[in-house]
């Protein structure tokens, strides 16, 4: 085994994060920590600093890194901290780094998972939202780049594993006739569609199988999280969205499959546990212990699907269209979804409105090309200036 390969960890204190900081723990002989990222969450962050001593930490005000720098000194840790977004582009590409885990959530991601990429750093990808919002520049830089981009989205990283290692060719070229993405359906699978009136956001963020951050439960809840992870599908295997089909699954046992011209579909199993996705992408094209327990196919019975019901999640119905509308559809798709989800968690709009609010955006938001960065981003503040004026009209 070479030298331990340094790794920063964009959004450590999230659920993503701390799965990465599990893994990472397992083999001290191929990782090292270089730089742990937070936001709110101090006290974990100064917990994460004592068990893994980074070189940097990264927080987002002066006021919060002179309270972790007390924290550090007390504790007798030698991590140097940095403040906001600059902080954050600066550990994603510091020299001496190898690897970047993108976990932060949001757009608040955007710039500094950029950073990493355009330093050709290996990029570990989590952060859809990221993607979602800037796809074709995004991977322009890729390419420019050559740095290697591991899907850590257990879907897309399913799919990674069932598609052969020269894809990049074009799905056609791998004899690839459909990708079908899954989805567990979240908790309001079943719930009659009056009571999504009434749902509260703790409903929303109990996922039935997985562990997540509160932004993504309620997407997964609303299944804008399966329409953000179609438009993250095309970008990453450079294919259309007619070519994916969105199966409900809610055992999420298999994690995404990949339909052949032959007729053959090859699945990717397992246990739901991010730990998963994470070890394959940061160890490969080798394979290290996750933590995770064997899958127990006795105790998991059956295996269900189901086609998904567009009046019940038009969330999906919406990304759909701003993924076929391409240019800056989906960042206005992105931005819409990112207030009306905080503003759901703020219980100052209903559930069902999360889907009235995104579709009035996006109405009145006209698609425009993008070629720079910074159109992304007026756009995405025009598009979160627009939800805020509909949650004037409309919100608590
Ligand atoms: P989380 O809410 O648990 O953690 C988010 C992290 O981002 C935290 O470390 C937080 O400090 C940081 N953060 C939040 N706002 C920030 C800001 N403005 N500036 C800098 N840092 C900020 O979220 P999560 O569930 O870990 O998800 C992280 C990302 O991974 C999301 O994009 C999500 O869609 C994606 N993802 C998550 C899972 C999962 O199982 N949780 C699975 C697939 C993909
Ligand atoms: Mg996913």
Redesign the pocket.
């Known amino acids: 085994m070479s030298q331990a390969q340094h790794i920063t960890v ?10 990465t900081l599990d893994v990472i723990a397992r083999h001290p002989d191929r990782y090292n920590v270089f730089a742990l ?5 101090l006290a974990e ?1 100064l917990a994460l600093c004592v068990r893994h001593t980074p070189r940097f930490a990264v927080v ?1 005000t002066a006021e919060a890194a002179r309270q972790l720098e007390d924290g550090l000194f007390t504790a007798g840790v030698d991590t140097r901290v940095l403040v906001g ?1 600059g902080g ?1 582009c600066e550990v994603s590409a510091h020299p001496q780094v190898d690897t970047v885990l993108a ?4 757009a ?2 955007l710039r500094p998972t950029l950073a990493a990429v355009e330093a050709g750093k290996k990029v570990l990808l ?5 993607l979602v919002m800037s796809g074709a520049l995004f991977m322009q830089a890729v390419r420019r780049s050559g740095t290697v981009l591991l899907p ?3 879907e897309h990283n399913a799919i990674f594993q069932c598609l052969p290692g020269n894809y990049a060719n074009g799905l056609d070229s791998v004899g690839v006739r459909r990708v079908l993405l899954t989805a567990s359906g979240g908790p309001f699978r079943e719930t009659p569609l009056p009571e999504l009136e009434h749902v509260s956001p703790e409903q929303a963020c109990a996922h039935p199988n ?8 309620v ?1 997964s809840a609303s299944m804008m ?1 399966k329409g ?1 992870e179609l438009i993250e599908a095309c970008w990453l295997f450079d294919t259309s969205p007619s070519r994916i089909e969105v199966v409900i699954h809610p055992q999420s046992v298999i994690h995404s499959m990949v339909d052949y011209v032959d007729g053959s579909v090859l699945a990717q199993l397992g246990n739901p546990d ?1 730990r998963t996705p994470i070890a394959h992408a940061l160890a490969w094209p080798e394979r290290i212990d996750s933590g995770v327990a064997p899958l127990n196919l006795f105790s998991v019975g059956r295996l269900d699907f189901q086609a998904p019901d567009e009046e019940r999640f038009p969330c999906l119905r919406l990304a759909r269209q701003a993924a076929e509308a391409g240019d800056s559809a989906p960042a206005v798709l992105n931005a819409a979804n990112e207030v009306a989800v905080a503003a759901f968690l703020d219980r100052r709009i209903r559930f069902p409105e999360i889907a009235s609010m995104i579709d009035e955006v996006l109405n009145l938001e006209s698609v425009i090309a993008v070629s720079e960065l910074e159109t992304v981003f007026e756009v995405d503040a025009r598009a979160r200036a627009l939800a805020e004026q509909w949650l004037g009209r409309h919100g608590r």
């Open positions: 964009l959004g450590a204190t999230g659920s993503v994060g701390l799965s990222t937070g936001f709110t969450r962050l987002p977004e954050l976990a932060i959530v949001g608040a991601g989590a952060n859809k939202e990221a850590l989205d257990s997985w562990s997540m951050g509160r932004k993504i439960s997407d999280n953000l991010m």
